[in-house]
T-cell receptor, first 115, second 118 residues
Framework: NAGVTQTPKFRILKIGQSMTLQCTQD?????MYWYRQDPGMGLKLIYY???????DKGEVPNGYNVSRSTTEDFPLRLELAAPSQTSVYFC??????????????FGPGTRLTVT | AQKITQTQPGMFVQEKEAVTLDCTYD???????LFWYKQPSSGEMIFLIY??????QNATEGRYSLNFQKARKSANLVISASQLGDSAMYFC???????????????FGKGTMLLVSP
């Protein structure tokens, strides 16, 4: 199993450009998440999804959009990129939310720089 | 108020010694879970250990153990017999209950950088 895969691994954007970060998991997990990690900080939740067709905002959703058309895919869209969105982005998935012990499996991350 | 507090930005330990990484949490929910993740310099997040709020015993996974003191709201990670490969960033995280709502997101601390020296 590949687990959680993310593309691209690195990207440089100019201010005002848009892009989509791709995330795919092959574990048939219902829950998927997008986090950002700023230098020297922990992860902050951007958006999450509890199943296909259902998404909800996390702690820092401004400037981002998501969709969940399939169980496997959870792309993150950046519209009008800003320097404040320079960060490392992690996608994660978990089996469910009804048991506290379900761990989250993380992708390798996407390092995004906006200049 | 922060939900997860890791007060040690960095820790140093010699190889083969034990080290404790501190984590305190804040929640009013009686049901919660506490996680520790390791992030090596390569960047991936690796799950280490889990402790549930109702677990009577401290969690252990190989060289990792969790010193869970519920009354003090602390969940410190203990690494025994440190190895050079343990050098990494360590994050404490909490998932709060609300089980019936299906709400299941993690709140992370800012992390502690552990450096293991020969």
């Amino acid at each position: 199993n590949a687990g959680v895969t993310q593309t691209p691994k690195f990207r440089i954007l100019k201010i005002g450009q848009s892009m989509t970060l791709q995330c795919t998991q092959d574990m048939n997990h219902n829950y998927m998440y997008w986090y950002r990690q700023d230098p020297g900080m922990g992860l902050k939740l951007i958006y999450y999804s509890v199943g296909a067709g259902i998404t909800d905002k996390g702690e820092v959703p401004n400037g981002y959009n998501v969709s969940r058309s399939t169980t496997e895919d959870f792309p993150l869209r950046l519209e009008l990129a800003a320097p404040s969105q320079t960060s490392v982005y992690f996608c994660a998935s978990s089996l469910g939310g009804d048991i506290l012990s379900y761990e989250q499996y993380f992708g390798p991350g996407t390092r995004l720089t906006v200049t | 108020a922060q939900k997860i507090t890791q007060t040690q930005p960095g820790m140093f330990v010699q190889e083969k010694e034990a080290v404790t990484l501190d984590c305190t949490y804040d929640t009013s929910d009686p049901s919660y879970g506490l996680f520790w993740y390791k992030q090596p310099s390569s960047g991936e997040m690796i799950f280490l250990i889990y402790q549930g709020s109702y677990d009577q015993q401290n969690a252990t996974e190989g060289r990792y153990s969790l010193n869970f003191q519920k009354a003090r709201k602390s969940a410190n990670l203990v690494i025994s017999a440190s190895q050079l490969g343990d050098s990494a960033m360590y994050f404490c995280a909490m998932r709060e209950g609300q089980v019936n709502s299906g709400y299941s997101t993690l709140t992370f601390g800012k992390g502690t950088m552990l450096l293991v020296s020969p």
